[in-house]
């Protein structure tokens, strides 16, 4: 039936392009020719980098029912050549272009909205989108803090809305049959997960505050973050480096290793210990204004007593595991020990040095036993997935629903705080604060610019 329903659907677009021919058809014609419960119309808000990699993907699915209306940047640089793409992938039908993301949520046409801005503004633009009625695709990680994250997860059940947060692995096949090989006791219990993002990176220098490019509205680039005068070294890309706008590594690459080792060892609540130590190495302040760290060791303890750990290299650095794996996963069982990197996984048998189960060997019984496990499950990949959920509007077809998305992404929020600190700190799942740590809780959440806010009540 699925074949069937994408064989029509795609038969009425390639009908309705030669009937058009080079003419480009409106959102609301597409929707009428695909008919209503088909048809998704998109919104893209940030188009530099990752948004350019989201733009191109989305638009790429326009046969099947998905086609990006309009696209948003506060830089207007790109416009024409991001919308040049776009209108490529969808038979001439090029998105138009605004500046102002409030601007994309007031057309009614538009049912979901697809976010790749700075990590300081994920949070108001996915609620500003829910209160306009618009499902949201959001980049890792969630939120630039905590208590944002949890109003993220209320706007999104106040106002129905389907809210998928980045995190691919959750939608790649031989990852999800990693994640079921350990929770079917694979390796038996796992009692600890460790993750790594070993990503070098060099200086990228400093420079004066200066006036911001003719195409940039930098007031709506900062937003929600406090007022500072324009800087190119703070700006594209190098915001990531600075607190007021980004979470370092930590909470940049680290994220989607944090939900792998979350994920690994099956845990649905908050940890209750956090301790994190690093700095910045082999880089000169004087000679960078980085201000987070580039390398960074930090340590999880949950109520059981298991175990997660987390390591940031981002200077020059060996590989770990037999995987040689410098972003991925390894996970420790009373039977064994797994490592994943990437889409490849490979399982070990006590002090064995050679695997026994892993992506490359199919499914059926392990090697040297009795022990089967489970095939890779069939998967549409995380763009699919979303447009699955936006389709059906049911939360629960989501891979990485946003209350999953905020639990990964509180880990490396919290152990941003605890190296900021310089102590162990206890944390209160159930309330999302810390116990007894004043300093701490302040760092849960920030002092928004005006009129940038982030509600209280969404």
């Known amino acids: 039936m699925s074949d069937r329903r994408s064989f029509i659907k795609k038969t009425a677009v390639g009908a309705a392009g030669v009937a058009l021919g080079a003419t480009a058809f409106s959102a609301k014609s597409y929707g009428n020719i695909l008919g209503a419960n088909d048809r998704i119309i998109l919104g893209s808000v940030g188009i530099r980098g990752r948004g350019e990699s989201l733009l191109d993907n989305f638009s790429k699915m ?44 007031e057309d009614k046409e538009i049912d979901a909205v697809v976010i790749a801005t700075p990590n300081h503004w994920h949070a108001l633009a996915a609620i500003w989108a829910c209160q306009a009625g618009k499902h949201v695709y959001v980049e890792k990680p969630s939120s630039h803090n905590v208590w944002e994250g949890r109003k993220m997860i209320e706007a999104a059940r106040k106002y129905n809305r389907v809210v998928q947060v980045g995190f691919q692995n959750r939608s790649i096949s031989n990852v999800m049959q990693a994640m079921n090989f350990l929770h079917d006791g694979g390796i038996g219990e796992v009692y600890m997960s460790r993750g790594t993002c070993f990503k070098p990176r060099d200086s990228f220098g400093i420079a004066k505050d200066s006036n911001p490019p003719s195409t940039l509205n930098y007031d709506l680039w900062l937003g929600p973050a406090s007022y500072r005068p324009y800087n190119e070294k703070k700006g594209h ?6 607190w007021d706008t980004g979470n370092g590594d930590t909470g940049n690459q680290g994220p989607h290793q944090f939900d792998v080792a979350r994920w690994g060892l099956n845990k649905k609540v908050h940890p209750v210990k956090v301790q994190s130590m690093g700095g910045i190495y082999g880089i000169s ?9 580039n390398t960074q060791i930090s340590t999880f303890e949950y109520a059981d007593g298991k175990i997660l750990e987390f390591e940031t290299r981002g200077r020059y650095t060996n590989a770990e595991s037999n995987e040689g794996i410098k972003i991925g996963n390894m996970f420790y069982g009373t039977e064994g020990w797994m490592e ?39 998967s549409k990949g995380h763009f699919g997935n979303f447009i699955d959920g936006v389709r059906s509007g049911n939360r ?35 309330f999302e604060q810390f116990i007894d740590n004043e300093a701490a809780d302040l760092m849960l959440t920030r002092k928004y610019r005006y009129p940038y806010i982030v509600p209280e009540s969404v």
């Open 340 to 378: 994943v990197n990437g889409s490849t996984w490979k399982a070990y048998k006590g002090r064995d040095k050679e695997p026994f189960a892993g992506s490359d060997m199919g499914a059926g019984a392990a090697v040297g036993g009795d022990q089967t496990f489970r095939t890779a499950p069939d």
């Open 396 to 430: 629960f077809d989501l891979n990485c629903d946003i209350e999953t998305g905020h639990m990964s992404t509180v880990l490396p929020h919290i152990a941003n705080i605890a190296m900021r600190v310089g102590e162990t700190l206890k944390f209160n799942g159930e």
């Open 62 to 105: 326009y046969n099947d029912g998905v086609m990006v209306k309009t696209i948003c940047d506060v830089d207007s640089q790109f416009f024409a050549e991001r919308a040049k793409m776009a209108g490529e992938n969808q038979k001439g039908n090029k998105p138009g272009t605004v500046t102002d993301m409030r601007k994309l949520y």
């Open 285 to 293: 302040p004087k000679e960078c204004s980085q201000e987070t760290p």
């Open 237 to 242: 890309y190098n915001w990531h480096w600075h």
